[in-house]
T-cell receptor
Framework: SQQGEEDPQALSIQEGENATMNCSYKTSINNLQWYRQNSGRGLVHLILIRSNEREKHSGRLRVTLDTSKKSSSLLITASRAADTASYFCATEVKKGIGSRLTFGEGTQLTVNP | DAMVIQNPRYQVTQFGKPVTLSCSQTLNHNVMYWYQQKSSQAPKLLFHYYDKDFNNEADTPDNFQSRRPNTSFCFLDIRSPGLGDAAMYLC???????????????FGDGTRLSIL
């Protein structure tokens, strides 16, 4: 079973609008992280929310986590054309002496100028 | 700036010809990861090094191997690349304390591998 499923798969909005992306997962987690990936580039970490946290803010980003529903959302407010990218959620679980991230399939966000 | 560097950015190899991708980091992180990412898909963890300890994912093909000669460098070796191995390969690092992370991973820009 896949850990970390996101919806929508693609989202197209106008500059200035808000964008909301959702992520669901299946198992208990240490934390949930959101990453951005511009086309042809590596992933950039945006925000990490621990399993005992419910909401976190960073600039124009707001992340919520509902462990009872095993779901998270990423809200980008006042979007800009530069926010156009793929956004991935990733859940961290303990494995052995370390831990591992499992990524969702991502949401492709297009912000039209 | 401290960072994760992958070389080369683009690699073309022939079917069955061994290829090595490299990753270096200046972050002094103790964990290094290799991911495979196919077009429009999620990154898939192949394996990681926790210090010198190698941790393979159960479904990583035997065709893929890795070396970490020191803290700063990590290599991905593909012994006999097939057409299905064409993908973006991403290296990442993180600092893990006492087996628990709660730290982000830092990614390089990847190497895009093409198989002829």
């Amino acid at each position: 079973s896949q850990q970390g499923e996101e919806d929508p798969q693609a989202l197209s909005i106008q500059e200035g609008e808000n964008a909301t992306m959702n992520c669901s997962y299946k198992t208990s987690i240490n934390n949930l992280q959101w990453y951005r990936q511009n086309s042809g580039r590596g992933l950039v970490h945006l925000i990490l929310i621990r399993s005992n946290e419910r909401e976190k803010h960073s600039g124009r980003l707001r992340v919520t986590l509902d462990t009872s529903k095993k779901s998270s959302s990423l809200l980008i407010t006042a979007s800009r054309a530069a926010d156009t990218a793929s956004y991935f959620c990733a859940t961290e679980v303990k494995k052995g002496i370390g831990s591992r991230l499992t990524f969702g399939e991502g949401t492709q966000l297009t912000v039209n100028p | 700036d401290a960072m994760v560097i992958q070389n080369p950015r683009y690699q073309v190899t022939q079917f069955g010809k061994p290829v090595t991708l490299s990753c270096s980091q200046t972050l002094n992180h103790n964990v290094m990861y290799w991911y495979q990412q196919k077009s429009s898909q999620a990154p898939k963890l192949l394996f990681h090094y926790y210090d010198k300890d190698f941790n393979n994912e159960a479904d990583t093909p035997d065709n893929f191997q890795s070396r970490r000669p020191n803290t700063s460098f990590c290599f991905l070796d593909i012994r006999s690349p097939g057409l299905g191995d064409a993908a973006m390969y991403l290296c990442a690092t993180s600092r893990v304390f006492a087996g628990m992370s709660n730290q982000p991973q830092h990614f390089g820009d990847g190497t895009r591998l093409s198989i002829l």
